[in-house]
């Protein structure tokens, strides 16, 4: 073969190559001829400047009259329609031109359909969704909600704006994501929103204890559970103060003669989120503020994603005038504001998911042992189609509890659990948290507060609400009736006395209204004391944000919107506070090295507020996980099954009160190691541990570095969301600021003749990366600034105050 001939095969086989590379979908990646196409591709999602002014018209049918949108600085839409089916088309749309692809892939990831989109490698994932019923629960969502004609109306409309947007795109306007991930937009349903708000559910209200308590009981015994898991931390301070008298008979359960005992399980237990996530919500009556008039603070504290989780916007119509942040992909606003009131939310951690041991006739599964008698199960066909390869069939067996999720050992679940066991979860059960929504946003005092909440059962949470005469807390949900520590343990599936026996009647759920203190708060702690005679749970989150929120606010007079500002950002760490001292006087000082030394001086004189410019806050955080592992890592590990572990603060209060617990002894050892023995090997671990990590004592150990704020993009794609955010709070803060979880939407109202009102969250109003309105909110929310939010009564008159309008008819 001549030269020139091996040249030329070489052109015509690399340029066939080219070709076929341009053309050819490479996993969920896109063809790159149509990626870099200049007139469909990534090119075209090139950031422009405010676009003109735009005149829209649509079908004849879908708008009754005209409706108006004005965008402001901050890219917020403020919606003028003249009826509410009108308003929520407008929502759907507009929310859909900025958030599409976000709204899509949330809903498909709840769905259990990611696989459609990315491959064999969310299988697992999409399986565990499916198993779990989450489309199920969204389906028996969705009929309550069309049961009732207000949030049928709402819900449909709000569908038709999302798709009479994506009617009006073509290949080249698809959000990046589509391209990069190479697929299409598809109809938005009523059935997708449902999908989402049951995905918060399961967000919020997604975990149990059940596993790992039982093997704890199995294996330590419940002396143990006595005397380290039921402990009551001093300093505990719960949502509905002490004083609340609970005047009401309540409801009798019926209890089972005997404990049941499971056996042993050795599977991963199901998703539990971080215990020391958070959130915080207070309001302050008039009686205590400058104005004279409430003032109501929210920061819901969730994982911060690019696009964010939440999209602020105004809606008005004759009916309703209301502001705040929605969920991309829900009609309504749900956290925010109107002309005469405000409300905000924090989640409660009732224990609404059990398990159920469940003992089948035969390896059909078609039967299983309940009250003496072989019931008949349900079998759920599941249909998981898997991009670039066949369709899996997956068959979910459901008792009358719920889903069984795991049948083999060989399903490759994400997320494992024992085998034979079904789930009994509050999200299954048929409910309209929309109709909540929507009442509470045209609320106008606290009675209609009240009737609102009568419709919210899932995920619990703690609604603030105030008006301009009276601030509550209400924690609200739909609550299983139980007998105390029900749901703790696995339960017997055979016996009718575990399953759940009704609900908590609405009027005997914790609320207050108007407490003499002058204030209500949450954040997330226990939601009462020891005399509420109903069992809600006991497992929520530690004490210390809780108790700092509430010794604040009893201190704190003439209150004004500045200051409920400044208590938002507190990163004051009252665990710190609590324990450091103990350890401090423990630590045998005199052979440390030079840095360690610093290091100790740094930790005595620090003031306890986990500021990013400090390193006292880095080092004690280190420490505490190190003596925290070692107190209780060796018999936790030797067990090789899944234990429940002290609380933070639960841990704090044995090392306070008891210096000479059995479990101090490390098990691995024929030493008898004491908690000194921990606090000082601990401290030297810790310190190896930082060095390694960090370097050198000083400046990279600042605690702004450690704290490790990370705001990525909600589908991970790199270089679309924001690392190595500089900040101060963290997990024991009312700040509680920590890795790519924090507080989510900041917000201060301020009541009166005239609503006042100040809000920011983590990231911008566009699902664009290349706007500048995708993330330029960061810095000024990591510094703990708020944007005044311009509520407007009707469509403003001045035209430079906006920034451009549609007009949709």
Known sequence: MTKKVAQLLFTVFSTTALFWLLSTSLGPAPPLGSFLSPSSGFW???????????????????LSDTVQVVFDDQQIPHIFAQNDRDLYFAQGYITARERLWQMEFQTHAAAGRLSEILGNRTVAFDRYQRRIGMTYAAERALEGMMENPETAQAVKAYAAGVNAWITSLDQREYPLEYKILDYGPEQ?????????????????????????????????????????????PALNDPVIPDSKKWGFTPLQTRQPDSTFTPSIAQDIPPFQPNPNNGSNNWAVSGSKTASGYPILANDPHLGMTLPSIWYAMQLHSPEQNVMGVSLPGAPSI???????????????????????EITFRDSTLSEYRYDGQWKSTLQRVEKIKVKGTKTIIDTVTYTHHGPVVQTSGSESMRTHIPKFHAMRWIAYEKSNELQYFLEINK????????????????????????????????????????????????????????DWQGWIPFDQIPSVKNPDRGFVSSANQDPTGDAYPYYLDDDFAPYER???INERLASMDDITVKDMQRLQMDSFNYHAKTVLPKLLETLLTDTLSPDKQQAITGLANWNYYNKGNQIAPSVFDYWWDTLNNEIWGDEYQSAKVPLQRPARDQTAQLILSDSTLQWYDDINTTHKETLSDLINRSFHQAFQQLEESLGSYGDTWKWGYVNNTNIGHLGRMPGMGQPDVFTDGGAESINAVRGSHGPSW??????????KAYGLYPGGQSGNPGSKYYDNMIDDWAEGKLYPLWFMKQPPAERDSVRYSIVLH
């Open 334 to 356: 749900i956290v925010g504001f109107n002309e005469d009131a405000a409300w905000g939310t924090t989640n409660v951690s009732a224990d609404v998911w059990d398990w159920y």
């Open 443 to 498: 609320a106008n005092d606290y009675k209609e507060y009240r009737q609102a909440l009568r419709h919210f059962e899932s995920p619990a949470q703690n609604w603030v609400f105030a008006d301009r005469s009276d601030i509550a807390l209400t924690v609200a949900g739909k609550y299983p009736l139980k007998w105390k520590y029900q749901g703790r343990y696995i339960g017997d599936g055979s016996n009718p006395k575990y």
């Open 188 to 232: 938005w349903t009523p059935l997708k929103t449902a999908l989402l708000l049951k995905n918060m559910t399961y967000t919020l209200a997604g975990s149990n204890q059940d596993l790992r308590m039982s093997n704890t009981r199995a294996l330590l015994g419940d002396e143990f559970i006595k005397n380290v898991l039921n402990v009551q």
């Open 746 to 755: 900041r917000m201060v109202v301020e009541l009166g003749p005239e609503v």
């Open 546 to 548: 809780g108790r700092r």
């Open 44 to 62: 075209t999602n090139a950031p422009v400047n405010a676009p003109p002014d735009k005149s829209i018209s649509l079908s004849s049918d879908v």
